[in-house]
């Protein structure tokens, strides 16, 4: 009789074990299936705006919609998603709303493309840039990015 005690108590720890593993697989998917770099270029002094190059690979078997970027440790900053796209000749961005990411898909910010622009931000080279990423569904993703200086950003726009 005891020994069937034990087996029950086993089987319900081996339960509640495998629940946990199971709750908490479905709450870190989110950020290890979704990866984010990137870099942000240095602004030359007197600059008013700054800019921003995510890459977002999706691994994840759902769409991903970026809706806002916060700067979690400047208040008076701001972010906004823009794309550059040329109308008769002459190159225009236009403020996005939001930034799907296809399920297994990819998405890389680039000068001339989608990028971010800041405002209220002084960005030197060497320093590190905090972005809080804002998700259709609620999600954020906090994330570090480099400032580069405008001749390494150069050199990662050729070279990939
Ligand atoms: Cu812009």
């Known amino acids: 009789m005891s020994g ?21 697989q479905v709450q870190a998917d989110p950020a290890v299936q979704l990866q984010v770099t990137g870099y942000a270029r ?3 002094p007197g600059a008013v705006m700054g800019a921003a190059y995510l890459t977002l690979i999706n691994g994840s078997p759902r769409a991903r919609r970026l809706q806002k970027v916060e ?12 794309t550059t796209e040329e109308v008769d000749g002459v190159s225009r961005m236009r403020p996005l709303t939001e930034i799907a990411v296809a399920e297994r898909g990819r998405l890389e910010m680039r000068p001339g493309a989608t990028h971010l622009m800041l405002h209220g931000v002084k960005l030197k080279a060497g320093e590190l840039l905090a972005l809080r990423l804002v998700f259709a569904d609620g999600e954020t993703l906090d994330l570090q990015i480099p400032v580069r200086s405008a001749v390494s950003a150069q050199h990662q726009h050729h070279h990939g």
């Not at 069937?4 to 908490?24: E, F, M």
């Not at 700067?71 to 823009?82: C, T």
């Open 4 to 24: 069937r005690v034990k087996v029950a108590g086993l089987v319900s720890l081996v339960l509640s074990l495998l629940l946990v593993s199971t709750a908490y």
């Open 71 to 82: 700067l979690p440790d400047n208040v008076q900053a701001s972010a906004a998603m823009h």
């Open 42 to 44: 240095e602004m030359p």
